[in-house]
């Protein structure tokens, strides 16, 4: 089946403990991404890959690092998590140009005291 | 990317045809407009994209005008499960797709 997925779901932290949610999907997709939703600001994008070795600064790259070693991984990686990075975090992926192809993982649902 | 304008909100009844208005009147010659939608903190979902003719598929269909400036998403027979937020986005080439506020659809029984 194909899929996007993301673990952990859910992570409760605290203030500047370093974590890493990660990201993998089975479709070879070139492109992946992730985004931040919260309430009334819809989606923004934090970081995208377009490939392996090869990845751009989104809306909101601030306290946010990615990597992308292998093209099906992509994980999101808060060095020092603050509170303002309490969010519901997404991870995409699909081929290149082809954004009809985008599938979403399930979220992964952040809190940071 | 051109820039999309939707009603934050809007209700249906079930059965009934939801029609969800999009504007994106600077919209360039190569930006598809493609709609998703996120049903309740899900992961949103694409439902359709289309470039200047209409389009169809087994979830929706997708009117254009002939000025490319406005879109209509239309789901024929609306379900409680089409509660959702949906998003009309505009996007060409290798750029990312760029989320907004989009319209949340209620279908009331």
């Known amino acids: 089946e194909a899929q996007v997925t993301q673990n952990p779901r859910y992570l409760i932290t605290v203030t500047g403990k370093k974590l890493t949610v990660t990201c993998s999907q089975n479709m070879n997709h070139e492109y992946m991404s992730w985004y931040r939703q919260d309430p009334g600001l819809g989606l923004r994008q934090i970081y995208y890959s377009m490939n392996v070795e090869v990845t751009d600064k989104g809306d909101v790259p601030e306290g946010y690092k990615v990597s992308r070693k292998e093209k099906r991984n992509f994980p999101l990686i808060l060095e020092s998590p603050s509170p303002n990075q309490t969010s519901l975090y997404f991870c995409?992926?699909?081929?290149?140009?082809?954004?009809?192809?985008?599938?979403f993982g399930p979220g992964t649902r952040l809190l940071v005291l | 990317d051109a820039k999309t304008t939707q009603p934050p909100s809007m209700d249906c009844a079930e059965g009934r045809a939801a029609n969800l208005p999009c504007n994106h009147s600077?919209?360039?010659?190569?930006?598809?407009v493609y709609w998703y939608r996120q049903i309740h903190s899900q992961g949103p979902q694409y439902i359709i994209h289309?470039?200047?003719n209409n389009e169809t598929n087994e979830m929706a269909s997708l009117i254009i005008t002939e000025d490319r400036k406005s879109s209509t998403l239309i789901l024929p027979h609306a379900t409680l499960r089409d509660t959702a937020v949906y998003y009309c986005i505009v996007s060409s080439g290798n750029t990312p797709l760029v989320f907004g506020k989009g319209t949340r659809l209620s279908v009331i029984a």
């Open positions: 289309g470039l200047k």
């Open positions: 600077t919209i360039s010659g190569n930006e598809y």
């Open positions: 995409a992926s699909s081929f290149n140009e082809r954004k009809e192809t985008q599938y």
